[in-house]
T-cell receptor
């Protein structure tokens, strides 16, 4: 069974631009969660999607948004990029909602904002 | 490889020794805890979990201990191997159902 895949793996953007990251969960998994990982703040929860609906949301500004498609693939979008948005963005999937707990993480997308 | 944290506490152990990684959690309402391992260039990998109605759970070479009185979690790795070198995160799930990660500990295993 293929693992969680994220594209692209690396991305360089400039301030003010917007970016869209993609995540394909493990086949059959319906829950997708997104996290931001930085050296200063560690791993922080962004949001979780289950069956195309956002189930939970972390404490991030509205510039961070996401969606999930009927095939469970998910995208997250960051608009008006700031230098502080430079981070590793991780996606994780699980078979049901977060309560399933055993999440499988993808390798992440490294975003650098210059 | 990817750098997951520049200012993480580091535990250095010799190959074959036992490792103990500690974590203090914040929410007394948390009822589920998970340990993850993150190797350079990879996403976190599930190691072991424990529910709040337990104080100990064992896996293959790993044991998690939970002390709810002092809100402390530990991960014990027996006979540590070079392949265990990674950053280890504890995570708690309070009733909000959001995973809250600890800051992480870097484990370095020397031959």
């Amino acid at each position: 069974k293929a693992g969680v895949t994220q594209t692209p793996r690396y991305l360089i953007k400039t301030r003010g631009q917007q970016v869209t990251l993609s995540c394909s969960p493990i086949s059959g998994h319906r829950s997708v969660s997104w996290y931001q990982q930085t050296p200063g703040q560690g791993l922080q929860f962004l949001f979780e999607y289950f069956s195309e609906t956002q189930r939970n949301k972390g404490n991030f500004p509205g510039r961070f948004s996401g969606r999930q498609f009927s095939n469970s693939r998910s995208e997250m979008n960051v608009s008006t990029l700031e230098l502080g948005d430079s981070a590793l963005y991780l996606c994780a999937s699980s078979s049901s909602q977060l309560a399933d707990y055993e999440q499988y993480f993808g390798p992440g997308t490294r975003l650098t904002v210059t | 490889g990817e750098s997951v944290g520049l200012h993480l506490p580091t535990l250095s152990v010799q190959e074959g020794d036992n490792s103990i990684i500690n974590c203090a959690y914040s929410n007394s309402a948390s009822d589920y805890f998970i340990w993850y391992k993150q190797e350079s260039g990879k996403g976190p990998q599930f190691i072991i979990d424990i529910r709040s109605n337990m104080d100990k759970r064992q896996g293959q070479r790993v044991t998690v201990l939970l002390n709810k009185t002092v809100k402390h979690l530990s991960l014990q790795i027996a006979a540590t191997q070079p392949g265990d070198s990674a950053v280890y995160f504890c995570a708690e799930i309070p009733n909000t159902d959001k995973l809250i990660f600890g800051t992480g500990t870097r484990l370095q295993v020397f031959p």
